[in-house]
């Protein structure tokens, strides 16, 4: 009997945070034939220094539907205002709801320690709803299930508290195609406000060539760096002579809060 098809739920705090640090798990599980949804909790509508709010979160929208295209995801942004986000009760009753809802065997989301005050809030909010979506009384309204489904952290390089501790390492180097294209479509991040947050441009040329070359380095940055960093696990993981052939890599901490991840599930849910 063949297994039943996986759901993935990505629970980022802005419309590119779910390809940008897990689109490269994204493409592995389309291409095996699983589910993956990727949720923006907040409406990504202050992440630009020349547009007007509305405007923003409209295009946003568009690019996150766009984005989501490139390998058949659902997705959604959510209403939480963009750069508010707190980790509150409303907050954490709407990821109970939606992880009931979806029944993800996986979900991705950010560390409760990370340099974004969105991240922040979107991680302590996860944390706090693990266990929690298995309690009945506990919004009500939507039937509770039965167990916890494996929470793991998307990668940060930040020390404090702790560091990033790495559970899993899957190689993505046969996807970079797509997930440059995820990337690609969110334009208005990688073409206009990171440049000019970043103090490097106000724009960058509509020029193919350009726009390609700023999509392939800003991604290899962090995937191709943590192939180099993470090298011993992925020997262990592949062996020597098959590691050497990964050249970019998305790496995952497993959430201490919600289920346990076993051997047999590690290689199911990180292939």
Known sequence: MSEQPLKLLILGAHPDDAEFRAGGLACVYRALGHTVKMVSVTDGGSGHHAMEREALIARRRKEAAAAAKVIGAEHEVWEFQDGFLQPTLELRERIIREIRTFAPDLVLTHRPDDYHPDHRAVGHAVRDASYLVTVPLVVPDVPA?????VVAYLYDH??????????????????????????????????????????????????????????????????????????????????????????????????????????????????
């Open 145 to 149: 299930l039965r167990r916890d489904p």
């Open 158 to 271: 930040f020390t404090k508290p702790y560091p990033f501790q790495v559970d899993a390492v899957v190689d993505v180097t046969p996807h970079l195609e797509r997930i440059l294209g995820m990337l690609a479509a969110h334009e208005s991040q990688l073409f206009e406000w990171l440049p000019y947050n970043r103090r490097e441009t106000d724009s960058v040329p509509n020029d193919p060539g350009v726009r390609a070359k700023v999509v392939h380095d800003f991604y290899h940055d962090r995937a191709h760096h943590l192939a180099q960093t993470y090298r011993a696990q992925l020997i262990a993981k592949f062996g020597e002579a098959a590691s050497g052939k990964v050249e970019w890599v998305e790496v995952f901490e497993i959430s201490e809060y919600a289920s346990a991840l076993s051997p047999m599930m590690r290689e199911r849910l990180f292939p």
